[in-house]
Each structure stands twice: as structure tokens, then as C-alpha cells.
């Protein structure tokens, strides 16, 4: 596609429900990253593929969190047991990941899931 | 944890001035970046920097790199209305595994 699309744009949800959020890379990237923003806070890395494997999962902030990519593109996180305190955007950006790790290309951010736990 | 921290948080100025934003890291880089973010959503790229840089312009941007201090500035030279936003720098360390880490941001309001 021409950006990153993330959906569902807004999702709410009541505490203890499994939520899953999906983002869309551009076409051809093969480095895909998650990211958690509270208000008025900055960006709180969670995971990034590099084609379907995950060498860095150390930012899931718990067992509840976990994430998958397939054939290379489609990502979805999914939060299972949803507390207030998962209650954020949640950022999905790819980069064309010809560095390291995809590490000296810029981001390509989608437009973010708003997540509201109940 | 977060690596870069941000300074100011936030920063009012008039239109035609200039604003200058400053970002700190903590470990060795191979590049620094800079985000703008519009209404709390998703971020976009403005530029990048590699560690053996020292000044990058673009536009009316204009960022510089000082290893030795571990630090970083972002100068929007002429600003406008057009300008607010939230400002983030995002370094990449090896140390850190590649990924991308952000700081806290700087609000810019431009006041026409």
C-alpha cells in the first residue's frame, strides 16, 4: 500500500477482554516495529520484525503481550487479559530495512490504534 | 527504558522566530533521528544524522550532533503557525539492539 495502515484506528474495549490490533506495511519493507505511546508521553519500544522472526522482543511489557508477522508483511499485537493501564495508542511503523536490522533506514509510521480499557 | 530525554517539554514562540530544541542520549549511536507528531498520531520522519556528523541541514531544519556530549539540537529556523507539533528525537544503538529509541518529546506551539 502507499503508507502504513493500522486498524482498527479505535478500539474500546471492557477490562479482561483479548484485543487484536493489526498493522499493514508498505509494500517491501522487511523491518517492522511496534510502539506504545501514553498521553502526553514519548514512544515506548514493544517489538520489531525483521521478516516474520522478532530478534527484539524486549519491550513487551508482559506475558500478555505478545506479537506475529506473516508472509513477511501483515503484524498483529495482540493484548490478551486487558488492563487500564494498556489503555494507549499503539504505533505501528516499517522502514526498507537495508541496514543492520534495518537499523540506518528512517520509520514510516501508520496513524495509530487508540486503545481504551474500561 | 527510555535513552533520550528532551529539553525544553514545552516551548511557546511567535511566528518568525526561531526554536531550538535540544535531545541527550546515553550510549554510543550510529544515528540520531528527528519525528514530528501531529495530534498525538502517528509520527513523521524530518531527518537523520549519522554519528560522523556533526551538522545536517534541510529545508529551514537544521540539526547538529555532539558525540562527545552525547546531544542533539533540532533548529526550525523562521517558524510558523504550521509548525506546531510535538517534536521527537529517536536514537539508534547497537548497544540497544538497532532498535529505534525515543525520548519524551517537545511540544512547540508557534502562536501566530
Known amino acids: 500500500g502507499a503508507g502504513v495502515s493500522q486498524s482498527p484506528s479505535n478500539k474500546v474495549t471492557e477490562k479482561g477482554k483479548d484485543v487484536e490490533l493489526r498493522c499493514d506495511p508498505i509494500?517491501?519493507?522487511?523491518?517492522l516495529y511496534w510502539y506504545r505511546q501514553s498521553l502526553g508521553q514519548g514512544l515506548e519500544f514493544l517489538i520489531y520484525?525483521?521478516?516474520?522472526?522478532?530478534?527484539?522482543k524486549s519491550g513487551l511489557p508482559s506475558d500478555r503481550f505478545s506479537a506475529e508477522r506473516t508472509g513477511g508483511s501483515v503484524s498483529t499485537l495482540t493484548i490478551q487479559r486487558t488492563q487500564q493501564e494498556d489503555s494507549a495508542v499503539y504505533l505501528c511503523a516499517s522502514s526498507s530495512g537495508t541496514g543492520l536490522w534495518g537499523a540506518n533506514e528512517k520509520l514510516f509510521f501508520g496513524s495509530g490504534t487508540q486503545l481504551s480499557v474500561l | 527504558s527510555q535513552q533520550g530525554e528532551e529539553d525544553p517539554q514545552a516551548l511557546s514562540i511567535q511566528e518568525g522566530e526561531n526554536a531550538t530544541m535540544n535531545c541527550s542520549y546515553k550510549?554510543?549511536?550510529?544515528?540520531l533521528q528527528w519525528y514530528r507528531q501531529n495530534s498525538g498520531r502517528g509520527l513523521v520522519h524530518l531527518i537523520l544524522?549519522?554519528?560522523?556528523?556533526r551538522e545536517k541541514h534541510s529545508g529551514r531544519l537544521r540539526v547538529t550532533l555532539d558525540t562527545s556530549k552525547k546531544s542533539s539540537s533540532l533548529l526550525i529556523t523562521a517558524s510558523r503557525a504550521a509548525d506546531t507539533a510535538s517534536y521527537f528525537c529517536a536514537s539508534l544503538s547497537y548497544n540497544q539492539g538497532g532498535k529505534l529509541i525515543f525520548g519524551q518529546g517537545t511540544e512547540l506551539s508557534v502562536k501566530p
Open positions: 544524522i549519522r554519528s560522523n556528523e
Open positions: 509494500s517491501g519493507h522487511t523491518a
Open positions: 520484525f525483521q521478516g516474520n522472526s522478532a530478534p527484539d
Open positions: 550510549t554510543s549511536i550510529n544515528n
